[in-house]
C-alpha cells in the first residue's frame, strides 16, 4: 500500500465514520461537561494524518483509530486538572493576588485595587495573562502547565515574572495616582 492510498484509506474512514467516532468519544467522556468529544476526534486525526510518511501503513485503520481516541482520552483524564472554581474562590484568590503588590493587611483600597488589577490582567500580552491566570487564579504548578502546554518550566516561569513585575508598574502607578 503506498503511502498515499494510506492516507486517502484515513481521509475516507474519517468522513465516513466521524459520527460513530463522536458517539464513541462522547460516551467515554460523558462525565464531564467540559471536554469536547469533537475536539479529541480533531486532534486525533490531525496527529494520525501528520504522522511521517516513512512509517509502516496501518493495516487496521479502524482498530488504530479507536485505540487511538481511547489513548488520548486515557492522556487527558491522567492530566487533567479540575477547574471548576466557584466565582467566591477566584474572588479571594484575585484579592490574596491584589495583597502581594501591598504589603497593608487593611488596604483601603481593595476593591479599586482589584478592579485595576482585573484591568491590568486583561491587558497584558496572552502569554503572560496565560501564565498568570493558569498559575496564581486555577492552581497550576509549573510542571502541570509546562506538561500541558509543552513550554518550558523555565520558560513560564520567566513569563511570570515579567507580568509581575508589568502588573507591579501598572499598580504602583495607579496607587501613586490615587495618593
Do not use: C
Request: cysteine-free.
Amino acid at each position: 500500500m503506498s503511502d498515499n492510498q494510506n492516507h486517502n484509506n484515513l481521509r475516507t474512514f474519517f468522513r465516513d465514520e466521524y459520527n460513530s467516532l463522536k458517539a464513541y468519544t462522547k460516551s467515554r467522556i460523558d462525565d464531564s461537561a467540559d471536554r469536547d468529544s469533537e475536539d479529541i476526534i480533531q486532534e486525533v486525526v490531525l496527529k494520525i494524518l501528520s504522522r511521517p510518511e516513512t512509517l509502516s501503513p496501518i493495516d487496521n485503520i479502524a482498530g488504530f483509530v479507536y485505540h487511538s481516541i481511547r489513548n488520548k482520552i486515557v492522556d487527558l483524564m491522567r492530566t487533567k486538572r479540575k477547574e471548576v472554581i466557584n466565582e467566591n474562590e477566584l474572588e479571594n484568590r484575585l484579592l490574596e493576588f491584589t495583597e502581594l503588590f501591598y504589603t497593608k493587611s487593611d488596604n483601603t483600597y481593595s476593591e479599586d485595587m482589584k478592579s485595576e488589577l482585573k484591568k491590568a490582567i486583561t491587558n497584558l500580552k496572552p502569554n503572560y495573562r496565560n501564565v498568570i491566570m493558569a498559575i496564581d487564579f486555577e492552581g497550576y504548578s509549573y510542571k502541570e502547565l509546562s506538561l500541558k502546554t509543552e513550554i518550558p518550566e523555565g520558560t513560564l516561569m520567566s513569563r511570570r515574572h515579567r507580568a509581575l513585575a508589568l502588573l507591579f508598574k501598572e499598580l504602583r502607578t495607579k496607587k501613586e495616582y490615587r495618593n
